[in-house]
């Protein structure tokens, strides 16, 4: 069966720390990938997507990347954060059929402070 | 071009009462709809879905959702409602075939004992 799994699960950061969260999924092969952000109050953000190996989507300007270094792994990352950069983060993977309308399965989460 | 509107931010039921969401959805294309729950501090878990098939959908832990095309809707309901019901919902939509979906806002459910 598939898992997907994020780390940390929790993470207290200064503002203009760096940042790098990782996403991995198991028992799957060419998923699509996704990082979504959740803010207090608010819906779900799509901030990435990407459909295979170094190729990356981003859906909203801002100081976040994404990274996709292997098939089954996705990475977040800022190289200074800021206070708005809280939040809850998201990992998300479906199968990687273009045509096909699957649904999207979820990691646990990270819980990002930036104080 | 694709959107989904949960009308209710937040719900309040009393145990053992039903329980109604609603969600309603714009797409140019025959989508796939979605319903997740997210219990807190905790990721979304798939309660059902609709991908053209029958329009009545059972999904997990007693929920069902009906897909009426002519209302453009995807409400969520349950006969009677427990104490661990009590999470956020969200609808969702995908009509795209590079796979990006659409999220509602979400829908808070409060469950009374």
């Known amino acids: 069966s598939q898992t997907i799994h994020q780390w940390p699960a929790t993470l207290v950061q200064p503002v203009g720390s760096p940042l790098s969260l990782e996403c991995t999924v198991e028992g799957t092969s060419n998923p699509n990938l996704y990082w979504y952000r959740q803010a207090a109050g608010r819906g779900l953000q799509l901030l990435f997507y990407?459909?295979?190996?170094?190729?990356i989507s981003s859906e909203v300007p801002q100081n976040l990347s994404a990274s996709r270094p292997q098939d089954r792994q996705f990475i977040l990352s800022s190289k200074k954060l800021l206070l708005s950069d809280s939040g809850f983060y998201l990992c998300?993977?479906?199968?990687?059929?273009?045509?096909?309308?699957?649904?999207?399965?979820f990691g646990p989460g990270t819980r990002l402070t930036v104080l | 071009a694709q959107s989904v509107t949960q009308l209710d931010s937040h719900v309040s039921v009393s145990e053992g009462t039903p329980v109604l969401l609603r969600c309603n959805y714009s797409s140019s294309y025959s989508p796939s709809l979605f319903w997740y729950v997210q219990h807190p501090n905790k990721g979304l878990q798939l309660l059902l879905k609709y991908t053209s098939a029958a329009t009545l959908v059972k999904g997990i832990n007693g929920f069902e959702a009906e897909f009426k095309k002519s209302e453009t809707s995807f409400h969520l309901t349950k006969p009677s409602a427990h104490m661990s019901d009590a999470a956020e919902y969200f609808c969702v939509v995908n009509s795209g075939g590079y796979q990006k979906v659409t999220f509602g806002t979400g829908t808070k459910l409060q469950v009374i004992p």
């Open positions: 990407s459909v295979g190996i170094g190729q």
């Open positions: 998300a993977w479906n199968a990687g059929l273009s045509s096909s309308y699957n649904e999207q399965f």
